[in-house]
């Protein structure tokens, strides 16, 4: 009989062997869809996700919860609701599903999270993390550790001209002053990218596609790092039900980017984020790899196969499915 871990008004029970993950939906944001799709024309990506009469694309907030080995495991937490009317009106939020909703569906609340798995730190990723009370700004997960790791902090904290609309200080700060914030190792040795030379230099040359690094949280987790779409994102793999799933983030935000030229504007090196796609995709293809999509507004995982295209989706499905 299946049986939860933790959840509300549960003690965690360290001795649970019964792992489970869901799927955690956000809401729905909008964002242009050329900057989604780079250089591929909009006769071509319209096809896939087509735009409103603004040019704009609607996008999932899709995080993804882990439940292992006496641990509730939250992989990034959406845009958040502590900005303002202006700052969400560039965005259109739209859609009824919440952070709390969702966790709610499957008997949780955020005071069970115990480790909050920050992809990266652009706004529509940790925009959750922190929340206003009266004037203050905390965490939102008052129980959770949160996890980034040092090359992308410092990134994001002393962030590049063109990127630094992404980071929003209110989102990042307070989680360091709060002290719940612990940095996960990353083999920087092997980054594509020399984070200790980000602003105004040429980035150094790749040495590898990705890396791949063991987490602290469970045995079934790992992750890897990739820099092209912004320094050291890291990329959680789970080992679930003898099938491995990969946590997308923005290296693939959306099935429609599964073709190697489809690369977003907003990635700050579009060529090593074609040379990673190019390399995971080869492996997750040889593996029989879930991959699960934080941003399609539509298809939550797919398998892939190859096609006379190139590596395509095969099997289209949900996280409960696997």
Known sequence: MAYSCVGKAKKINPFCISMKVYSINTGYFKLDGGAMFGVVPKSMWNKLNPADENNMCSWALRCLLIEDEGKLILVDNGMGDKQDAKFFGHYYLHGDDTLDKSLAKHGFTKDDITDVFLTH?????????????????????????????????????????????SFLKENILPIAESGQLKFLDVNSQSSMVNLGSVI?????????????????????????????????????????????IVYMADLLPSMAHLPLPYVMGYDMFPLTTLNEKKAFLTEALEHDYTLFFEH???????????????????????????
């Open 121 to 165: 730190l652009h706004f529509d990723h940790c925009g959750g993390s922190i929340k206003k009370e009266g004037d203050k700004l905390v965490p939102a997960f008052k129980n959770a550790t949160y996890w980034s790791n040092e090359q992308h902090w410092e990134w994001a904290t002393k962030p590049n001209e063109r990127e630094k609309a």
């Open 200 to 244: 105004g230099k040429r980035p150094s040359t790749p040495v590898s596609p990705f890396t791949i690094d063991h987490s602290p949280f469970t045995s079934h987790v790992s992750f890897y790092t990739v820099n092209g779409h912004t320094g050291a994102m890291m990329l959680p793999k789970i080992n679930y039900n003898g099938k491995t």
């Open 296 to 322: 399609d507004p539509v298809n939550e995982c797919c398998n892939l196969q190859m096609t006379e295209k190139g590596i395509r989706q095969k099997e289209v499905f949900k996280l409960e499915e696997v």
